[in-house]
């Protein structure tokens, strides 16, 4: 396929009074979010004819799942769009993708800073936090989890040389306790990893040692002369010493309660992908796919739907989906300008705190955003931590286009009614007045404004199926750009599973 990848290249047509309304590649990656209500043709409806239209287009892309069925439907999808050699699976027996090994860079020749790591994995961490405790914005756990994984994670790194989930879960399962014996016998894998950091620093020391001429030898006989030195001009040994200082100073001295917390929630997580299918699919094996197979045109569904492995497959796909957004946006599109799309059904399983600041920059990556969920509770319920609210109203703002399905959900429905606005409609009145032997007509009008379309009119809206005559309608609102009626928003019909 030869594709241009023009951002005003049209992908749909909607027919309207006037003519035919577009939507492009540029409307695209301004972001799609879908809502609907249980059986409103949403997912047969308006995210088929997306779906099918992206991959028609030559788009790359990753997909989130949430119910057993979706590899079927995406299966069908890319047949129907002769992308089935683009299809990449990431399931057991399927594709793989070593999360931690890519965070960190490893195999590419130098290791990405600490913090690139860290932000990933509290991403997620967090994400969980905030929906089952409400926590997630509590600027002391964070601060904590930030210490614990970064001051682990440089220890993994120094001794090691790579990152695992494995031996980060070991390090932490048996970092020094104040006042606590050692086990004889007992393989301690703090100790373990703290002496082949403090192998690896001593090699660098005694490499830079021996560059020393004899008047800097004199110079730095004063221990702590050399001492200064020696962190000066050898990085790793300056961050040994933060991290001994960390566990020695910091962790060992923490309240009991506290240690425990931190350590529970991060171990719980970790436990996760320590067990299979997750430990053979993004932990233990080399990577077999990665966000750049999608510039390629590849199409990775992550088949591990969280109504089967529930907790488990949705932070292991969040996982993913982190390090693909991070991964897309850092790519040049002046060299690679294949548009890419993410796509989750069930969005609200796969809500991340950063979504917000990475929709504020899709469109310059060329990232086109499809998300499809039942309702606006579904969201605020998800996002969880503090004004969970405002959050979700903050992040559906990034979102530039919005289809609303047929739906009884009142929240919902009041949303896309005041998101559509007020119009002015015209009142006439027609006064008649009959004296004796006298007759009189007057005409009169009046504007009044009210809501273009009312909250109770999305309840109303045809669902599709044989009733239907499969047909699924639906208002579709599009911010900054108006339609050929005038309007920003747009009374659409779909087809189910073909062309409108």
Known sequence: MNHTYDLDTPLIEFPSGTGRDRFTIRHAVEGVQVFGGIGSGKS????????????????????????????????????????????????????????LD???????????????????????????????????????????????????????????GRVSAQDLHDIVQNTPKADQPAEEGR???????????RAHVNRQVD????????????????????????????????????????????????????????ELMF????????????????????????????????????????????????????????????????????????????????????????????????RSSRVATV??????????????GHLPEYRVRAFLGTLATKIFHANADYESNDYASKLIGDGYFVDRSQNVTVGSGSFSQSMGQAHRLERMVRPEQFVRLRTGGPLNHHKVEAYLHRQGDSFLNGCNHLKVTFNQNSEP
């Not at 195999?107 to 997630?136: H, M, Y």
């Not at 529930?310 to 991964?327: E, H, P």
């Not at 998300?371 to 969880?384: C, E, F, K, R, V």
């Open 44 to 99: 047969s409806g308006s995210g088929y004819l997306l779906a099918t239209k992206y991959l028609a287009a030559g788009f790359g892309g990753l997909v989130l799942t949430a119910k057993p069925d979706e590899l079927k439907i995406w299966k069908t999808y890319c047949r129907q769009a002769g992308r089935e050699r683009d299809l990449v699976v990431i399931e057991p027996g399927g594709a793989r993708f070593n999360v």
């Open 102 to 160: 890519y965070a960190s860079g490893y195999g590419s020749g130098e290791l990405t800073p600490t913090t690139n790591i860290v932000e990933v994995l509290q991403t997620v961490i967090q994400a969980g936090a905030a929906q089952d405790s409400g926590r997630g914005d509590d600027a002391f756990w964070r601060d904590s989890f930030d210490l614990l994984l970064n001051n682990v994670i440089d220890l993994c790194k120094l001794a090691y």
């Open 187 to 197: 393989v301690n894998h703090f100790n373990r990893a703290f002496e082949a950091a």
């Open 207 to 262: 490499d830079w040692a021996a560059t020393l001429n004899d008047q800097e030898r004199i110079r730095l006989r004063d221990d702590a002369a050399f001492e200064a030195a020696l962190l000066d001009a050898v990085a790793d040994a300056r961050l040994l010493k933060f991290v001994d200082g960390f566990f020695v100073d910091t962790l060992m001295h923490l309240s009991e309660k506290t240690r425990s917390i931190i």
């Open 267 to 362: 171990q719980s997580f970790l436990l996760r992908l320590l067990r299979e299918p997750f430990f053979s699919l993004f932990c233990r094996y080399p990577s077999t796919v990665t966000p750049e197979d999608c510039l390629d045109g590849k199409i990775v569904v992550v088949n591990l739907p969280v109504k089967v492995h529930n907790k488990a497959g949705r932070d292991a796909q969040l996982l993913v989906k982190s390090c693909f957004q991070r991964a897309w946006e850092k790519r040049d599109v002046t060299r690679n300008g294949r548009p890419l799309f993410l796509w989750a059904d069930e969005s609200q399983s796969f809500l991340l705190e950063t979504d917000a600041i990475f929709q504020a920059t899709a």
């Open 371 to 384: 998300y499809l969920s039942q309702n606006l509770p579904n969201y605020i319920a998800s996002m969880g």
